[in-house]
């Protein structure tokens, strides 16, 4: 098609084969993560450059050439025989998470959608983006999404590695919130129980939930399942328990620590309004979620 878009990387590369392009992109990607790479001068650019967005920490240092060496992109695909789709995991990146943002979904926090804080910090967005804009490189798109045509060489998704971001996740409702982290406790035994028996019954085992989501693990899609691997009083009683916790949240807040998001650019938009109905103040709901 003449409005078919080719990546700087695609002419040299258009004849391998897939097994052979995967490992050209994860050489590319390696040589990028090296010393005066570009990936590279991302993770060690001051955090100030990144523009951060509203509700985003820019105090962050640069990673050290030993952090930057932890971090690994690895490739998977998958498809059929005429288009792929390429998932490019990232692993051993220190502090995905932005913190504000953690803070203001674990207390249920109503803000404004222009100032709803994003869930990876400057530094993890902007290395998302690199990596994905390079991979992009090897590629060409003649889609016209006016006609709903996609012709692309690969499908392509970026993501940080679930397992590190619920860690991380964690580690920050614990430091934060000691009852939250109470409730974490009771819910992770019947967690790993559950796992396991999501395994042997060929079921895919469920994250481990923060006090949050609470409601969602213990009902839902997993009621049934619980059901069968456990007692039912011992769910009732864990239910009993998690409410006790919930009582004791509403009552006293102790979420600490919380960065507050700092002004907003000068680049930003101005804020979207809608002059019929009156700014609604900011304040936290109250902690119920669905037992």
């Given at each position: 098609m003449a409005n078919t878009r080719y990546g700087a990387n695609y002419e040299r590369t258009k004849d391998l084969r897939r097994v052979e392009l995967k490992k050209e992109i994860a050489a590319t990607i390696k040589k990028e993560l090296a010393k005066g790479g570009e990936l590279y001068k991302t993770l060690t650019l001051p955090e100030r450059l990144l523009l951060p967005a509203r509700?985003?920490?820019s105090s962050g240092h640069p990673l050290t050439p030993a952090?930057?060496?932890r971090i690994k992109v690895t490739l998977k695909e998958t498809g059929g025989r005429t288009c792929s789709s390429t998932t490019a995991t990232i692993r051993g990146f220190p502090d995905v998470l932005n913190e504000y943002a953690i803070g203001v979904t674990e207390r249920r926090v109503?803000?404004?959608v222009d100032d709803q804080p994003r869930r990876y910090t400057p530094r993890?967005?902007?290395?998302?983006?690199?990596v994905e804009a390079l991979i992009r490189t090897f590629n060409f798109d003649g889609s016209d999404l006016m006609t709903d045509y996609f012709h692309v060489r690969f499908y392509l998704h970026v993501q940080f590695d679930r397992d590190e971001e619920d860690a991380q996740r964690e580690e920050i409702v614990r430091r934060c919130s000691p009852l939250r982290a109470k409730g974490m406790d009771l819910l992770k035994p019947m967690h790993a129980v559950l796992s396991d028996w999501c395994v042997d019954n060929g079921y895919k085992p469920p994250s481990c939930p923060t006090f949050n989501a609470a409601g969602t693990f213990l009902g839902g899609y997993f009621e049934k399942m619980l059901a069968k691997a456990f007692d039912?009083?011992?769910v009732q009683r864990l239910k009993a328990d998690l409410r006790e916790v919930e009582q004791q949240i509403n009552a006293?807040?102790?979420w600490t620590d919380v960065p507050q998001p700092p002004p907003?650019?000068?680049t930003d938009k101005p804020r979207q309004t809608n002059r019929n109905q009156p700014d609604k103040p900011t304040q936290p709901y109250e902690f119920q979620p669905d037992l």
């Open positions: 509700g985003e920490d952090e930057v060496k109503n803000l404004d993890a967005s902007a290395f998302l983006k690199a039912l009083d011992l006293a807040d102790d907003p650019f000068p």
